[in-house]
């Protein structure tokens, strides 16, 4: 079975809140922005139906 966008998406948005938080932690607290970024965009995209993420991995070639 393959990965579809929406799975795509959030595996990505998951992946990089994961990632952004251990570099927060152990780095430098600026990796918490890219926390911040990515929940921003996944709450804009939930008003507008529209995130440059799934424009990425449609052109990937995953299905709907």
């Not at 922005?33 to 921003?40: D, E």
């Amino acid at each position: 079975m393959r990965m579809t966008v929406q799975e795509g998406l959030r595996a990505v948005a998951g992946g990089i809140v994961l990632i952004s938080l251990a570099l927060g932690y152990w780095l430098h607290p600026g990796f918490f922005l890219l926390t911040a970024f990515v929940g921003a965009n996944l709450l804009q995209s939930g008003f507008s139906h529209w995130c440059p993420m799934m424009s990425l991995l449609r052109r990937s070639g995953l299905p709907e």
